[in-house]
Each structure stands twice: as C-alpha cells, then as structure tokens.
C-alpha cells in the first residue's frame, strides 16, 4: 500500500495545525523529554516563533539504561498537550506500548514509534487501527525494506497517515557522531514510497554542533520536514542534552532550512 507505484501521488497528511507531505515543509522541534509544564511550554514558544507547527516531546522515553530517566509519563502528556495548545501546535509523542496506545492517543496528534520499537510488530497493528497519524522511526540497522515493511504493517490496518523519519543508522565509525544519517534514503524513499520523509538531525548528530548541518543537508535533500531537540538549558536537560539546539541556534538553523527549501 506503500508504494509509488501504485499510488504514485504523495501522501498530504493533515493534522489540526499541520499539512504534512506533498509541496508542504514542516517543522517539528520541542525537548527530548517533557520536563515541566513551565519548561515544555516555554519550549513551545520558542519552537513555535520559528515557524514549527509541531510540538515534539516525549513522556515514555525508550533509555538505553532502565536506570536513566524513563519519563513523566500520563503527567508529561497533560503538559504537552497544554502548551501546544497554548501556541495553536500540534503534540508528537513517543508510544512505547500497546497498552498505552489508547491513553497517549487522548493527548497527541501525531504517534512516534521510536527507532528501537521500529519492529515491534503488534504495536504498529495497533496504531495502525487508530486514525491518528503515525511518524515512524528507522530502525539503526533497519535496511530500506525493513522500514518499508514496517510502515505496512500500520497501513495494513486501515491507517495511512504515516511518515518515515530518518534518524540515523549504526556504521562503523560512530566515535564522533552517535550514528550515521543516511541523506541519501531521503529521494531513495522518495521513489519508493509516497509517505513523506522527516529527518531528525539531532539522534543522528548526537552533538548540537553537528545537528544544524546535518539538518540542512536533509532539507537540501528534500525531506518534507525536521524534527528537531531544542532546550534551553541543555547542560540540565533530563535526556540528550548533549544534541539538543539552544533557541538562538534553532531559529538560525530554521532561517536557513526554510532558505535551503524555497530555492529547491
Ligand atoms: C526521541 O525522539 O527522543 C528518540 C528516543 O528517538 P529514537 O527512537 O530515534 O532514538
Ligand atoms: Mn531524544
């Protein structure tokens, strides 16, 4: 059902504050994790003044280490939800489970399925049964018909308000940065599939002085949107602190996405 060839129009996928897909481009940025309502919402004023219509958070957060922050969970929802709605923006949240599919879909526009649940098969049935836009996370050693697969999996279930986003694969060299983005799965998906191509710069990067040419480069690449970790104060942020943009630097990496867009 993915496929360009047999449905060769792009997938235009409309959210209250957002068209995503086609000619449009999107930005999405907010903190890696909800913190606050004070600090989610502040977030949102500064993704939003930069022309994001799209508020990233997440409140379920897959760490590496079961001893790490794990999120503030349905709390961390209700925040999200407010201070998107404060600035007219759409919520994009992480769903780690199917059991929480039901209560996180009370909250959000768009589900996230991260890079590791990018296989986790009874979860993408589930939200693939839902009606609510899904933004699909590659796998970091999903090939391209890995992810393509994977998006069937929701689209088999009546769902087709799916994105792909881009976020970086393991290789053998990822000492400097945390993983490896793969630009050229952006026109490669492009051609076989008409979902449209999100690129997150920031788990690619790892560190927020490689997040603004890598997210220049996905643009360039042509990707329907970004999707980007800000925070103001990254050296106390809960989760990935290391990758995240301070305001200054997302409104001048913003200014020049939208430049690197206009001239395609
Ligand atoms: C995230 O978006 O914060 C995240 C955990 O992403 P990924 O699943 O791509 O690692
Ligand atoms: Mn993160």
Redesign the pocket.
Known sequence: QGSRLLHPEDTVINTAHSVIGGDNFTMMAGP??VESLEHVTKMAAVAKASGATVL?G?AF???TSPYSFQGLGEEGLIALRKAADQYNMDVLT?VMDDEHVKMVAKYTDIF???????QNFSLLKTVGQTNIPVML??G?SATVDDILNAAEYIAAGGNHNIMI?E??IRTFDNKYTRNTMDVGVVPVLQKLTHYPVII?P??AAGHTEFVTPLALAGTAAGASGL?V?IHDDPAHAF??GAQALKPNEYKAMADQAYAIRAAL
């Open positions: 890696c994790s990233r997440g957060k897959p760490r992480e996230q399925i991260g890079a590791r649940n990018m996370k590659r970091m986003s976020r970086g997150d920031s788990h999707v970790e989760s990935d």
